[in-house]
């Protein structure tokens, strides 16, 4: 079984990102989904993990000096979306405003469907949520930094057993 935390819109706060890495326990990599990638560079330093990082609508066109890991291969350039092979799971991963989700996750789900996609891991609300869309599993792990609404700061774990995606959102 792989353990992968997944933290999204992080927005510049190491003391979040320090949280959730302790709330974490043992993980064997993470998932940045973007609004401040960058901080993908100070989560791989602090665990030693690799890190898998996409562009959220907050992040530059480029990131001096990040050199942001691939999970589990090392990573080229940071791109918008992406789809990784963990196991036998595929998991689409995205910040997900070019994907409408605040008003829901439905584009992004048939997006992460025609990729053949396990998952689809999306951020940009701030907020929460875990669901099924169909056969998909569909998850914002929210912020740690900045929630929004009633939302408390969170992050999630996956769990990846072959083709099995499991995940559950954790409160710091």
């Given at each position: 079984m792989t353990r992968i935390g997944v933290i999204?819109?992080?927005h510049g706060s190491r003391a979040a990102i320090d949280a959730c890495i302790g709330?974490?326990?043992v993980v064997d990599g993470w998932f940045h989904l973007g609004d401040y990638a960058s901080d993908a560079k100070y989560l791989a330093e602090r665990t030693g993990k690799p890190v898998y990082t996409v562009f959220g609508n907050c992040d530059g066109a480029s990131f001096s000096?990040?050199?942001e890991h691939v999970f589990p291969n090392r990573q080229g350039a940071i791109t918008a979306e992406a789809v990784v092979t963990v196991e036998k799971a595929r998991i689409f991963l995205c910040h997900g405003h070019t994907y409408?989700?605040?008003l829901a996750p439905y584009t992004l789900s048939y997006r992460a469907e025609e990729l053949g996609?396990?998952?689809a891991l999306y951020g940009h609300t701030h907020r929460g949520g875990l669901s099924a869309f169909g056969a998909l599993l569909v998850l914002n792990p929210g912020s740690p930094s900045r929630p929004r609404g009633a939302a408390k700061r969170s992050f999630a774990i996956l769990e990846i057993d072959g083709a099995d995606v499991n995940a559950s959102i954790k409160t710091i």
């Open positions: 999204s819109d992080t709330a974490a326990g000096g990040a050199a409408d989700v605040d996609a396990a998952a």
